[in-house]
C-alpha cells in the first residue's frame, strides 16, 4: 500500500474522490463518516491508519485523507470496460502515455480515473481540469 | 478487495506465497469459519505472539500492492510490474480472460512468473506438465 506523503497529497487533493468518504446526514455518529469500511487506509497529519472492525471510523475534525486501494479506485472504472482484461489494457496504454515512472500503482489507478472520468491532471501540487 | 471463492481457493493452494506472508494491520485474512476481514493492528500482535497456531486458521488474501511487491523488476522497463503484466497478458490471452478480478489476475501473474504455475480451476499445478 502507497503510505507515501505524495500519495496523501493526491488523494486530499482529490475532492471527487474524497466525496465517498465525507460526514452524511444518515450517520449514526455526529462528525464522523459512516461510509468508512474495514480495511481502508486514510491519512492524519502525515500519519498513516487502517480500519479494522474493532476499531472506530475516525472523526471528521481530525480531517482524515481517504487513501483508496487499487482495488477500491478500480470500482469506480470497471463499468466503463467490457471485462477485467480491457481494463488492464487500456490502464496500460495510458501509463505508456501518461504516466510517470515514479508513480506508485495507486498513484498510476488515482491518475487513470482522474484522467478518464474528470478530465483531471496532477501538476505536482493539484489536480488540474484540462 | 476481491473475497469471491475462487480468489479464497486460488490464494489457500498458493502455498509459495502463505508462506512469505509477514502479517501487517491491514492485510485481509480469511480464517477457517469462513470470514474475510482485515487484521487490526491488535489482531497482529496475538499473531506474532502465537504463530504457529494462527497460521493453522488464518490465510492471507493479498492485496494488489503486495502482489506487485511480488514481481520481479526486469531492467529499462517503465512501469515495471504494469508493462510485464500487460505484456504477459497479450501472450497469455485465452487464460488472462478466464481471470474474473484484477487480483486474481495478479496472483495469476505472479504464481506463473514466479513460480511457474497455472490455475487449473481447483488447484496450482506445474507449467511443465
Not at chain 1, 4 to 11: F, L, P, R, V
Not at chain 1, 27 to 33: A, L, P, T
Given at each position: ?55 472506530d ?63 483531471k ?8 481540469a484540462? | 478487495?476481491d ?37 487490526s ?50 501472450k497469455?490471452?485465452?487464460y ?34
Amino acid at each position: 500500500m502507497d503510505k507515501s506523503i505524495e500519495y496523501a497529497q493526491m488523494c486530499a487533493s482529490a475532492e471527487e474522490i474524497q466525496i465517498f468518504r465525507a460526514v452524511n446526514e444518515n450517520s449514526d455518529q455526529e462528525g464522523v463518516s459512516d461510509a468508512w469500511e474495514a480495511g481502508d487506509f486514510y491519512s492524519v497529519k502525515m500519519r498513516v491508519f487502517t480500519i479494522s472492525e474493532d476499531e472506530d471510523n475516525p472523526p471528521a475534525f481530525l480531517n482524515p485523507v481517504w487513501l483508496p486501494r487499487q482495488d477500491q479506485l478500480q470500482d469506480y472504472i470497471v463499468k466503463e470496460y467490457v471485462s477485467v482484461r480491457k481494463m488492464m489494457v487500456a490502464f496500460g496504454q495510458y501509463c505508456e502515455d501518461y504516466g510517470d515512472i515514479k508513480f506508485s500503482g495507486e498513484q498510476l489507478w488515482l491518475s487513470f480515473i482522474m484522467k478518464n472520468l474528470y478530465n483531471k491532471e496532477w501538476d505536482g501540487v493539484e489536480w488540474i481540469a484540462q | 478487495m476481491d473475497s469471491s471463492m475462487r480468489y479464497i481457493a486460488m490464494c489457500l493452494r498458493a502455498t509459495q506465497i502463505q508462506e512469505i506472508w509477514k502479517p501487517e494491520a491491514g492485510d485481509f485474512v480469511w480464517d477457517n469459519a469462513g470470514s474475510v476481514y482485515p487484521l487490526s493492528a491488535n489482531n497482529v500482535k496475538y499473531y506474532h505472539k502465537d504463530k504457529e497456531r494462527i497460521n493453522k486458521f488464518l490465510n492471507w488474501m493479498p492485496r494488489q500492492d503486495q502482489l506487485q511487491d511480488m514481481v520481479k523488476p526486469e531492467p529499462e522497463c517503465a512501469f515495471n510490474h504494469v508493462g510485464q503484466l500487460v505484456r504477459w497478458i497479450d501472450k497469455n490471452v485465452s487464460y488472462a480472460c478466464s481471470v474474473m478480478t484484477m487480483e486474481q489476475l495478479w496472483l495469476t501473474f505472479v504464481m506463473s512468473k514466479n513460480y511457474d504455475k497455472k490455475w487449473e480451476g481447483e488447484k496450482w499445478v506445474s507449467m511443465q506438465s
